[in-house]
């Protein structure tokens, strides 16, 4: 692509190094940017390197957070004897908009993949070990909300196995099953057969 001007050139060549953005998003992009106002502009700019420099992450659970805590570990009114591990902080988001739960979560940061070189001591899971083992800790249940992959499910077991360590502690896994509106013969067998063998018993 043939620029008429150095500066549209390095804004689109920064902006379409982000996920999703190609090369002709990015142009049309930095030209509604141009279009725009400058002080757009300037707050755009504003806000993404305030949330880059200024965003810290929860000392409990390590979610995102302008605080120390995340409003979900200081909220007096979640459930705080349920922990949802999952393995990024994108996962809380969709968890949290279901609206369905009422605990609160430990955010590993990824998951355990020999292929890319992360071990379990790249992750938060000393640090859950270390919560579920305070003194205080009034956890009674963990879910293992890992995406079910190879790497999901190598870091479920690994986690369930650590937990060992806290008999006092029930772990559950989140249910799989044929998503709302599929049809049965799209699902594909594992789903399927994970549907069938984790059925739910109907109440009368
Ligand atoms: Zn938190």
Known sequence: MEFPSKLIENAVGELAKLPGIGKKTALRLALHLLKAETDATASLAEALAKMR??????????????????????????????????????????????????????????????IEGIGPSDLQIESLVERLGEPESEVKEVILAISPTMEGDTTAFFLSRKLRDFPQVHISTIARGVPMGGELEYADEITLGRSIVERQRQAK
């Not at 965003?55 to 349920?82: F, M, V």
């Open 53 to 114: 420099f200024d965003i810290r992450y929860c000392d409990t659970c390590h979610n995102i957070s302008d605080t120390e805590k995340c409003g979900i570990c200081a909220n007096p009114l979640r459930d705080h004897s349920t922990v949802c591990v999952v393995s990024d902080i994108r996962d809380v988001i969709a968890i949290e908009n279901t609206g369905q739960y009422q605990g609160t979560y430990h955010v590993l940061g990824g998951v355990i993949s020999p």
